[in-house]
């Protein structure tokens, strides 16, 4: 959605969430930006992949709310490097940088502080509020092609082509978005309707989806001054655990008995989340009875070690991760080295067939064993779903979950200038 700032003739772009930002040296290192091109249009953006062949392969991809599509422009501070960027991703943090390999190929790697690490960001001689990204070892330009979904680079010779050209995009940070309200109760609530609403029926014993609860727990930090989600740390007192980050969770798993939960990326008071036996035995499975899945936010099993520095090796990353309660791996962790682990006897076949087990008993609640024809949701179609009673509902929540923010002039708690809207209207317009 934009706010544009509509005068009786010509509209006139008011700085908003989605402005681009121009010139390079106006990009921020404390913020992300999504990263798109003229040549694919501003609903595709640069996102990283996560599974073999392609695990931390740069592709452009449509947009949503992923990590790998959120991109950090670090500048390299020393004397000699100065005009040069890192760009690292949300997802795999600021230790992996877009990297040059195999003469035009791009991917993350390590940062080493080779020079096919520097990129320069240059304003765009083509289109007004876009951007080329060059390599600094021969100035190549970052470019799609073939599917318009891989990226490569080409040669600074000849005149760019759209898909040379790059916009950077302000996204807003942190996940306050992701949640009704900062009021444990109110929170609490919410989930226990909406969790009932996306999974219960009355006419049927099995689950309608297999829902689950994100991200457990404390994960109140995106990026700020320099720190990232996937390194930070919440330093959290009993007290506050109980009466504000854990009712949610409570009432979720608990009260809605919800299929499983999703870890989060943070440490809280020095232990993971993925590793934390306390937090996923003694309170999400034993105190709250969770019979499902818990499963890491995606890269998050590889982060005990790779920004937490937890463990040493690989397999006691596994080992602190399966003891503690992770049953189900977002990313090809487990897939990669349980096998080792479990070889040299840091972990058995019991902890993996209790994994399994819990993995199974949400599929066991959707039906997923038993015969097709007994499985009511399994015959719906579209036009049970898509019902007219179901558009008026959305239409309704939709209508009474609107929020009006006063825009004093003192305060400013939105990003418009009072003194630039004199005698200009304000509309909002999106996509359809």
Known sequence: ??????????????????????????????????????????????????????????????????????????????????????????????????DRYQTSAVRLQPIDGTLTQHWKIVPSSDYTGYFYIKSRTDGARLDVYQTNTDLRLISDDGKPTTGQNWKFTKLPPGRGQETPGEDPYLTSQYVYSIINGLQNDDDSKYLKIAASCKHFNAYDLENWNGTDCFSFNAVVTDQDLVETYLPPFETCIRDARVAGIMRSHNAINGIPSCANKFHLRTLARHAYHLNGFIVSDCGAIDNIMGTHHYTLTVQDIVVVALHAGTS?????????????????????????????????????????????????????????????????????????????????????????????????????????
């Open 1 to 98: 959605i934009s706010i544009i700032a509509e005068p009786s003739t010509v509209p006139t772009p008011v700085v908003a969430e989605w402005t681009p930002i121009m010139p390079a040296s106006y990009l921020s290192s404390t913020v992300c930006y999504r990263l798109s091109n003229h040549f694919n249009g501003l609903y595709r953006s640069i996102d990283i992949e996560n599974v073999e062949p392609y695990k931390n392969t740069p592709r452009m991809k449509p947009n949503g709310k992923y990590t790998g599509q959120c991109w950090y422009i670090t500048p390299i501070k020393d004397i000699e490097n100065k005009g040069y960027y890192y760009l690292s991703t949300a997802f795999r943090g600021k230790d992996m940088v877009l």
């Open 328 to 432: 189900l791996d977002c990313g090809d962790f487990y897939s990669k080295h349980s096998k080792e682990a479990l070889i040299n006897g840091t972990i058995s076949e019991q902890n993996i067939d209790k994994a399994l087990q819990w993995n199974s008993e949400t599929l066991l609640r959707l039906g997923w064993f038993d015969p097709p024809e007994q499985q009511v949701y399994r015959q719906y179609t579209k036009e049970q779903v898509n019902t007219k009673k179901v558009q008026q509902l959305a239409l309704k929540s939709a209508q009474e979950s609107i929020v009006l923010l006063k825009n004093n002039n003192d305060l400013q708690q939105l990003p418009i200038n009072l003194n630039k809207l004199s005698g200009k209207r304000i509309g909002l317009l999106a996509q359809l």
